[in-house]
């Protein structure tokens, strides 16, 4: 992960000078960050008025009120957690473009809750790419967890319905569902995963317990328009911030949860099953600024 703001002691000595490029400077090096210039703005209004309010002359304090400003920002009101169902199987809807660690990020999140004694299983939903299969069926070897898969190119409306059925007839406590990134065009694609979705809430008979969105971090600012076209199509529940380790900006979430409203719930950084762990605003806000 690449420092937020890079270079915040080398503007300071435009504050005492000429405050408003300074206020300008940091805007810009927020948004180079890849925070929109809306959620920028909404950071820098709270920090000008708290700097003006205290007659504030100390960098340090600038920087620990924008510090503040960023965690106010990525807080969730208890809506971090992931939703387990009273009436399991609980059930995770993994969607995402192509390519970000949907089915990486699956294998984590099976080993994460296979420590904890449940009974997990990864439904490939994925048919677009046979390769996916060989992917998921990889990792459920490994993990020796139950996997549902069907044919290339079938419907994976019947892998899903298959996948918590039998879910449901082994006293599984948790499914997970990997789905295809790619589709001819992003219609067809946000098509199935309504379908998926409805299969899903029909078998267990309530709202899919989490839609959570992958989110390759180091995508930059599309990354919010790929969460706004999947929301707008399913009412995501929550993001997974992927290759965090990599040279990645990390402002992204600040955005998508600033714009969106969509708690980051997830965070992998690196390769290996354990690279995986709850989303902490305070811990995430102090790594993107040391
Ligand atoms: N360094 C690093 N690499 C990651 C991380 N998460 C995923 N990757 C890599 O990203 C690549 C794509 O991961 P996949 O999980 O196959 O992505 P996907 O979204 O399932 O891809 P498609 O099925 O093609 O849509 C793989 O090479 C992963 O090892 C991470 O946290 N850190
Ligand atoms: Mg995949």
Same mark, same amino acid.
């Given at each position: 992960m690449q420092k937020l703001i890079k270079n915040l002691s080398y503007i300071w000595n435009k504050f005492k000078n000429d405050r408003k490029s300074f206020w300008d &400077?940091? &805007?810009e090096q927020?948004?180079?960050?890849?925070?929109? #210039?809306?959620t920028a703005s909404r950071i820098l &209004? %709270?920090?000008k008025d708290y700097v003006y309010r205290e007659n504030i002359n100390n960098l340090e304090k600038v920087k620990s009120s924008l510090k503040q400003q960023i965690i106010e920002i990525l807080k969730c009101n208890g809506d971090s957690k992931l939703n387990i169902s009273f009436r399991p199987p609980t059930v995770f809807l993994i969607v995402g473009v192509n390519g970000v660690g949907k089915t990486t990020s699956i294998a984590k999140l099976a080993n994460m809750f296979k420590k904890n004694g449940k009974k997990v299983l990864i439904s490939a939903a994925d048919t677009y790419r046979s390769a996916a299969v060989e992917q998921i069926q990889y990792y459920a070897e490994i993990l020796g967890m139950d996997m549902v898969y069907h044919q290339k190119f079938s419907d994976p409306g019947a892998v899903v319905y298959d996948s918590v059925e039998k879910a449901k007839a082994r006293g599984t406590d948790l499914v997970i569902i990997?789905? !295809?990134g790619r589709m001819q065009t992003s219609y067809n694609l946000m098509e199935e995963l309504k379908k998926i979705k409805k299969v899903i809430c029909r078998r267990i008979d309530? %709202?899919?317990d989490e839609i959570l969105l992958v989110v390759d971090s180091t995508t930059g600012q599309n990354a919010r328009n790929? !969460? &706004?076209l999947f929301n707008n199509s399913l009412n995501l529940t929550? #993001? #997974?911030l992927t290759k965090t380790d990599s040279t990645s900006k990390g402002g992204i979430v600040i955005t998508i949860k600033n714009d969106l409203n969509i708690p980051i719930k997830l965070v992998t950084n690196g390769e290996k099953l354990e690279d995986i762990c709850y989303f902490d605003p305070v811990r995430f806000t102090e790594l #993107?600024?040391?």
């Amino acid at each position: 992960m690449q420092k937020l703001i890079k270079n915040l002691s080398y503007i300071w000595n435009k504050f005492k000078n000429d405050r408003k490029s300074f206020w300008d &400077e940091l &805007e810009e090096q927020m948004v180079t960050s890849d925070i929109s #210039i809306n959620t920028a703005s909404r950071i820098l &209004e %709270e920090v000008k008025d708290y700097v003006y309010r205290e007659n504030i002359n100390n960098l340090e304090k600038v920087k620990s009120s924008l510090k503040q400003q960023i965690i106010e920002i990525l807080k969730c009101n208890g809506d971090s957690k992931l939703n387990i169902s009273f009436r399991p199987p609980t059930v995770f809807l993994i969607v995402g473009v192509n390519g970000v660690g949907k089915t990486t990020s699956i294998a984590k999140l099976a080993n994460m809750f296979k420590k904890n004694g449940k009974k997990v299983l990864i439904s490939a939903a994925d048919t677009y790419r046979s390769a996916a299969v060989e992917q998921i069926q990889y990792y459920a070897e490994i993990l020796g967890m139950d996997m549902v898969y069907h044919q290339k190119f079938s419907d994976p409306g019947a892998v899903v319905y298959d996948s918590v059925e039998k879910a449901k007839a082994r006293g599984t406590d948790l499914v997970i569902i990997d789905t !295809a990134g790619r589709m001819q065009t992003s219609y067809n694609l946000m098509e199935e995963l309504k379908k998926i979705k409805k299969v899903i809430c029909r078998r267990i008979d309530r %709202e899919v317990d989490e839609i959570l969105l992958v989110v390759d971090s180091t995508t930059g600012q599309n990354a919010r328009n790929q !969460a &706004e076209l999947f929301n707008n199509s399913l009412n995501l529940t929550g #993001i #997974i911030l992927t290759k965090t380790d990599s040279t990645s900006k990390g402002g992204i979430v600040i955005t998508i949860k600033n714009d969106l409203n969509i708690p980051i719930k997830l965070v992998t950084n690196g390769e290996k099953l354990e690279d995986i762990c709850y989303f902490d605003p305070v811990r995430f806000t102090e790594l #993107i600024f040391s």
